[in-house]
């Protein structure tokens, strides 16, 4: 049935004493409830991305909502026609997202929340002394970003704290943060007030809700998402492009892997320049001699080397609850 799939995307920062213990239980569940996708689980928390049928993704929410430590936890959902993934993989991690910060807890201090709403009246007001960071990496903000923003070279998000070196002259600013779907602001807006920024705040929820309560207006191509999908329409209101094809220049926000795999870049490739190389990004990466068959799509699904949604698991007959 048409929309019958939800992919969640959440996270929250809560103690978990026991990660190792926790991930085989919500392991588990996940397996019960038939879903699919990412979940990274560490001391400071839990995140995630998942896909699966209506019922089941409700229930899931309904399931860790349900253990006190995650009962604030946001979802941002959206409908899909199908999984979102291929493969459900849960992971024991050092941080929920890895920002090599150890020092900084959200809980403790965090940027101050901006809503949609309000985040929208900003971008419009064009305020000198307010100032939107794009904290994400350049693959991301180069399909996608708001008018106006400030955007960092970084491919990783352990590279920020570097970075801010270079945002000095911003601290008698206001500043205000965003990402996907506002997790890595919770770090970068804390480690912003530890370097001595004074007026820091982060859009609640990030793109992702912004796009869901505020038509995603001004947010100028299309935002870049950790499953299938690659990239996510979002604006309704005034959507442009942004991003150009890598091989012709043309104006494109359709990405793709190279389809040489030691090269592998990932980079939006229009129709034509797809054509031109096979669905490589230059003649030389052409030429290769393992070079993938290009199928049309630029989407090269990992051999899954014998994949087993259940390893790792230990105890399969538990009731799956939440650990």
């Known amino acids: 049935m048409k929309n019958d799939y939800l992919v969640l995307l959440y996270y929250c920062y809560s103690r978990i004493e026991d990660p190792e213990a ?49 009962a604030h936890t946001e979802f941002k959902v959206d409908t899909l026609e199908d999984h979102a993934f291929a493969k459900l993989h849960v992971r024991v991690k050092p941080e929920i997202v ?17 809503e949609p709403e309000e985040f929208r009246k900003i971008l419009q007001e064009e305020d000198e002394n307010t100032v939107i960071l794009d904290v994400r990496s350049d ?45 890595k602001c919770e770090k970068a807006s804390a480690y912003l007030l530890d370097q001595g920024f004074k007026d820091v705040y982060q859009l609640h929820g990030g793109i992702i809700k912004y796009g869901i309560e505020a038509e995603g207006e001004d947010f100028e191509g299309k935002c870049y998402v950790f499953d299938n999908r690659i990239v996510k329409d979002l604006n309704k209101v005034n959507p442009k492009v942004i991003s150009k094809c890598y091989v012709t220049g043309n104006p494109s ?15 939006p490739l229009c129709e034509e320049g797809a054509k031109k190389y096979n669905g490589c990004c230059s003649e030389k990466c052409m030429s290769d001699p393992d070079v993938r068959p290009y199928d049309g799509t630029g989407y090269y699904q990992k051999e899954s080397n014998g994949y087993n949604p259940y390893k790792g698991v230990k105890r399969q007959q538990k009731d799956h609850k939440l650990a």
């Open 22 to 70: 926790f991930r085989e239980e919500h392991h588990l569940m996940c397996l019960d409830l038939n879903l699919k996708g990412r979940i990274i689980i560490a001391e400071e928390g839990l995140n995630g991305t998942v896909s699966g049928l209506r019922a089941d993704c409700e229930q899931y929410m309904k399931n860790v909502k349900a253990d006190p430590r995650f």
């Open 253 to 267: 926000d359709r990405m793709v892997n190279c389809a040489n795999p030691h090269c592998n870049k990932h980079i």
């Open 98 to 114: 890895h920002a090599g910060l150890p020092g900084i807890d959200p809980n403790k201090k965090t940027g101050g929340y901006v």
């Open 139 to 183: 693959y991301e903000h180069n399909v996608g970003k708001f008018k106006n923003a400030i955007t960092l070279d970084i491919h990783n998000f352990r590279e920020f704290p570097e970075k801010v070196k270079e945002l000095e002259h911003l601290k008698d600013k206001k500043v205000i943060t965003y990402c996907t779907g506002g997790i």
